[in-house]
């Protein structure tokens, strides 16, 4: 099964600041990765899918890039409400893996 | 708006069965894949099983295959996820969660989830 790494495990920047996120695989998985934002105490939410595509209602400060194996979301200015753990997952074969997450923290 | 409500969580011992539900509204059921989706405590997610808007083809993780089975009534818009052999390494919370049309494994909408603890 293909693994997905993510990092940082955590990242911790202040309200106004750009985020970086990093998903790396461990096989190609073409542009078929999608990001989840989960906060604390609910389900995950659809963020980006495709690499690039923002989900129905999902902010236009977040944003997704890369393709093959090396993938990145991008939060362009971060807002007291995106604390969470960001996750990415692939749909490229079964089983659709996730990674183990980035913890964002807001100073 | 789409709704997904999980039901059936429980504490159950090792060696138990379990039924989770997961009661749909707000589309149409039976032209959506629909999928399980488990979160061990403070852990990351795991895709459990899906299942074809029909029913006819389903998946499931090697981690559940023989033991967990995904089903679906469209007459009732309801998923069911038959749980059996439960082993401590599957308390987790269950979610139900819809598949994007087309994308065969990205997720759009989730329900809040229920909690399954194994345990003697």
């Known amino acids: 099964e293909i693994v997905l790494t993510q990092s940082p495990a955590t990242l911790s920047l202040s309200p106004g600041e750009r985020a970086t996120l990093s998903c790396r695989a461990s096989q190609s998985v073409s542009s078929y990765l999608a990001w989840y934002q989960q906060k604390p105490g609910q389900a995950p939410r659809l963020l980006i899918y495709d690499a690039s595509k923002r989900a129905t209602g999902i902010p236009a400060r977040f944003s997704g890039s890369g393709s093959g194996t090396d993938f990145t979301l991008t939060i362009s200015s971060l807002e007291p409400e995106d604390l969470a753990v960001y996750y990415c997952?692939?749909?490229?074969?079964?089983?659709?893996?996730f990674g183990l997450g980035t913890k964002l923290e807001i100073k | 708006e789409v709704q997904l409500l999980e039901s059936g969580g429980a504490l159950v011992q090792p060696g138990g069965s379990l039924r989770l539900s997961c009661a749909a509204s707000?589309?149409?059921?039976?032209?959506?894949?629909m999928s399980w989706v488990r979160q061990a405590p403070g852990k990351g997610l795991e895709w459990v099983s899906g299942?074809?808007?029909?029913?006819?083809?389903?998946y499931s993780a090697d981690s559940v295959k023989g033991r967990f089975t995904i089903s679906r009534d469209n007459s009732k818009n309801t998923l069911y996820l038959q749980m059996n052999s439960l082993r401590a390494e599957d308390t987790a919370v269950y979610y139900c969660?819809?598949?994007?049309?087309?994308?065969?494994?990205?997720?759009?909408?989730w329900g809040q989830g229920t909690l399954v603890t194994v345990s003697s």
């Open positions: 299942i074809s808007g029909s029913g006819g083809t389903t």
């Open positions: 997952q692939h749909r490229s074969n079964w089983p659709p893996t």
């Open positions: 707000g589309f149409t059921f039976n032209t959506y894949a």
């Open positions: 969660a819809r598949v994007v049309p087309g994308s065969l494994y990205y997720l759009n909408y």
